[in-house]
């Protein structure tokens, strides 16, 4: 089975051609290649397959077998096969939260219409202290925290029974002129360098409560990179980079062992 390993902003996924072809047990399958140790290793897989409403549809695996319903930079990789295929700087993705259009820019960076995010103050209790934090709705759930990172927390909050299919959290300390410093838990992975939504979540959630501003551009600073959030009326549009890291053949360990043991057996 052939494979692609891309990255953007260090958030590092798998991606498979399933255009022309069907490919059992995703989330087994998932978990084996995503194992760092094990595996070829990333924060998840993405597999590819044909679309009646867009260029190509993306189902998104986090490292734990869970499907996602939307990954922003997993997006702009696609958009950086597409473009690569067909020279094409226009590109249109379906995914689990919607069709994204994504266009490449004269730089070589993607821009995604992340479409118009849901945002409103909520609280919960966790790790025995009532949390404050804003929720953000942007294709899939977001917790944000305006404070240092604490892990620990962030892993008991995507295991809060008040989400009981999990959700993504992100410590957000705001630096001064339109920029954020963001880390990124997400469910499904555990801590990530870098997180698309995440870091449109984080945007948000900043001029929510007036600590950044809508009319700028904000630079958002994680530890894989920088990403840039721009809003445009209702909308935001996620601005980073699409980076092919290698392309091999991959032999999934539990399949491959049945065919060499069905072989022997004659």
Known sequence: MKFIKMQGAG???IFVDCLDKSIDNLSELTKEMSDRHYGIGGDGVVYLYPSFVADVRMRMFNADGSEGDMCGNAVRCIARLLY???GKSEFTVETNAGIRNVERTDD???TVDMGKPVAEKRSLFAQGKQLDYIFV????PHCVIFDRADMALAEAIE???FYPNGINVEFVEPK???SLLVRVWERGSGETLSCGTGACASAVAAVYESKADRARPITVSL???TLTVNFINEKIFLIGDAVKIYEGVYHDKIHFCDRRRSQRLG
């Open 84 to 86: 690569e295929k067909s």
């Open 176 to 178: 001064g002129d339109n």
């Open 108 to 110: 070589g960076l993607f």
């Open 11 to 13: 958030n590092d996924y």
């Open 159 to 161: 295991h809060h029974s």
């Open 223 to 225: 530890r894989g990179g």
């Open 137 to 140: 709705d942007i294709g899939n």
